[in-house]
């Protein structure tokens, strides 16, 4: 099985918004679902990956997942939410402002911990 494959074959679970393009698809309707605010970016195809999106939540959350050309198309339709093209709008600054807090939280961890040793 070819990297493109599930995306042609089609799902084998049940749902529109699952259909095309496999279990990444299932993985990103959940996320969509159980998120707000969520808005996709499209990343083009690279040497090592195939096209990706990027869906950023309303506080900055994010998750990746490669999708393929035709299942980035389908995605916008499927799951209702509006995609961008990473090249023409950037990452929103929510993003990288979430990844911020992350680091901060995770350094403020390591020094809790080190002060109970």
Not at 35 to 49: Q, S, Y
Not at 101 to 116: F, G, M, P, S
Request: proline share 3%; no cysteine.
């Amino acid at each position: 099985m070819g990297l493109l494959d599930r995306f042609r074959r089609g799902a084998r679970g049940s749902g529109k918004a699952t259909r095309g393009y496999g279990s990444d698809a299932r993985y990103l309707a959940e996320w969509v679902r159980t998120h707000t605010g969520v808005e996709g970016f499209i990343e083009p195809k690279t040497t090592l990956t195939d096209v990706t999106v990027v869906l950023v939540a309303a506080d900055g959350e994010w998750t990746r997942r490669a999708i393929g050309e035709r299942g980035a198309q389908n995605l916008a339709r499927d799951l209702r939410i509006p995609v961008y093209d990473v090249h023409k709008t950037g990452y929103p600054q929510r993003m990288r402002d979430y990844d911020a807090r992350r680091r901060i939280e995770r350094q403020r961890q390591i020094e809790r911990d080190l002060d109970d040793l």
